[in-house]
């Protein structure tokens, strides 16, 4: 442990404790909260989307993904990116329009019973779970590295700080923290993509050939197949990337923080920008920690290869700039972990305390209080959770959150939206099949069930082959959603009419 890590830091979290102090005092009802009081502006919020999207996952787990398999672990960096063409074009206006604190709202607007509510809340801390794991389990491995401390107290360590966040600042100190995050993050990932081109003399063709005998991959290195054996498991990752974004909670409730549909949109805009030029470098960042650090070296620091870009910056800029990359990461951390943490408060408060048990009829104060309390077991959990997870690609076990997301809630959000004849059974069926169908299988899977010791959680032979489950588990919520509405007399045209008008329009908007 040296001084120059320590200050940077202690500097950068300075920074957003401060910025959680202030946020505190404008804090004072549940939709500053939950939205900020939706006062943020296009560039502001999108800025706040690319911090809260661009998580451990993207630069510790992806770098070290690209570093250790090539072109299979820039499979999620296309996945990621490409995901956001969904979200602008189909979701993001008929959500803003519909919605106003969480998803569960939105799915509500047409369907007003308690039970779609309750299975879009379980879907949403299910998945906020899922993802909760990743960022603690990347920034255990981080803070091992630098201050030489054991992986659990690192993890509890994150637990608290990302708590203090939410139960002071709410939405406010955390999408600021995360507008913050985002710049430092590309100004390091532009930082350390200049070292890496500069030592390939700034010659892109001449990286790519030199990285054929660069790994113990040799030319198959740049090709498919070298993680992904299976070309199933391959089309399954992307399936669960391309689709999983836009039925993400946290990602989804960011649109509940601007002031209207126009708004909305131009957020997506900046945040598809920015998450574009971020993913591209993230080649320079794998091949770089390939070629300068090597496979050895990061596989023996971190098994699933989490620690890829902060070894890159040290082997290229020494600790002045391991120190800062870091930080930058640490902070990325707790931004993202931050938001995950307020929408899994959000989804009990509102929807279940508030909407179910309450019936709409909880005070400010007690919506308030039931969140922060949400908040605290929504983090414990995860942490216990984090902790028997260590070796395990940060990058993979988001991947299985998008394919929740994407099973559970992508097609009740699109039913909604589109299909007139879906109804409340078919709300509640679509949600609960794609969400039971995606445990289940990932219970089953390479990912849980290995027969190699310590390559996954147990030690056996899978008894599902793919992976990533999406590939079935997101048709069957689909297939879940019509049978469910199907087998159900319900019909409301009349209430989809309207909800049809508001998606559209933002007319009829009840706040």
């Avoid at 994150?158 to 939405?171: E, K």
């Avoid at 890159?312 to 938001?339: E, K």
């Avoid at 469910?484 to 409301?492: A, F, N, P, Q, R």
Wanted: glycine share 10%; proline share 3%; net charge positive.
């Amino acid at each position: 442990m040296n001084a120059t890590v320590i200050s940077i830091f202690i500097f950068i979290v300075g920074i957003t404790l401060v910025i959680t102090y202030f946020a505190a005092k404008r804090t004072n009802s549940a939709s500053d909260f939950y939205t900020a009081g939706g006062g943020l502006t296009g560039w502001q919020n999108g800025l706040a989307i690319a911090g809260d999207y661009l998580s451990a996952a993207s630069f510790l787990g992806i770098a070290g993904a690209i570093a250790l398999f090539g072109f299979d672990g820039f499979l999620f960096s296309i996945g990621y990116l490409v995901a956001y063409l969904v979200v602008l074009f189909i979701v993001a206006e008929p959500l803003r329009n519909l919605g106003k604190y969480t998803l569960a709202d939105m799915i509500n607007a047409r369907f007003n019973a308690k039970k779609v509510r309750g299975a879009a809340a379980l879907s949403s801390i299910t998945i906020v779970i899922f993802y909760m794991i990743a960022q603690l389990v990347g920034a255990g491995a981080l803070i091992q590295l630098l201050f030489g401390i054991d992986y659990i107290w690192a993890v509890l360590l994150v637990g608290i700080m990302m708590t203090i966040y939410v139960l002071f600042g709410g939405m406010t100190a955390t999408s600021w923290v995360q507008i913050i995050k985002a710049v430092l993050l590309m100004v390091g990932t532009v930082i350390l993509s200049f070292l890496v081109l500069k030592n390939f003399n700034f010659n892109i063709l001449d990286m790519f050939t030199q990285m054929k005998t660069a790994t113990p991959h040799g030319e198959a290195y740049l090709s498919p197949g070298v993680k992904y054996k299976m070309p199933l498991d391959t089309i399954s990752l992307m399936l669960a990337l391309v689709l999983g974004t836009a039925g993400l909670p946290h990602i989804l409730m960011r649109f509940f923080t601007v002031k209207d549909a126009k708004t909305a949109r131009s957020s997506v805009m900046w945040a598809t920008w920015i998450v574009g030029i971020f993913y591209v470098m993230t080649i320079f960042l794998g091949f770089g920690a390939a070629a300068f650090v090597g496979s050895d070296l990061i596989t023996s620091t971190n098994p699933a290869g989490n620690m890829a870009a902060p070894l890159l910056a040290q082997a290229l800029g020494g600790d002045i700039l391991m120190s800062f990359i870091s930080a930058v990461a640490f902070a990325t951390i707790l931004a993202v972990v931050a938001g995950l943490v307020l929408t899994g408060a959000s989804a009990f408060a509102h929807d279940i305390y508030g909407q179910i048990i309450k019936k709409g009829q909880a005070t400010e104060r007690q919506q308030m209080l039931a969140a922060r309390y949400a908040s605290l077991g929504v983090s414990a959990f995860s942490i216990l959770l984090a902790i028997f997870a260590q070796s395990l690609n940060v990058a993979f076990l988001v991947s299985l959150a998008f394919c929740i997301a994407a099973s559970a809630n992508l097609p009740v959000i699109l039913y909604t939206i589109f299909w007139k004849r879906f109804n409340t059974t078919g709300a509640v069926s679509a949600i609960l099949t794609g969400l039971i169908s995606a445990l289940v299988l990932v219970s089953l899977s390479p990912s849980v069930m290995n027969p190699v010791a310590g390559a996954a959680i147990f030690v056996g032979d899978p008894i599902f082959p793919l992976t990533n489950p999406a590939l079935f588990s997101v048709p069957l919520g689909f297939i879940g959603g019509w049978v469910g509405t199907m087998l159900s007399k319900e019909l409301d045209i009349k209430k989809y009419s309207e909800v049809n008008v508001r998606a559209n329009t933002g007319g009829f908007r009840q706040l």
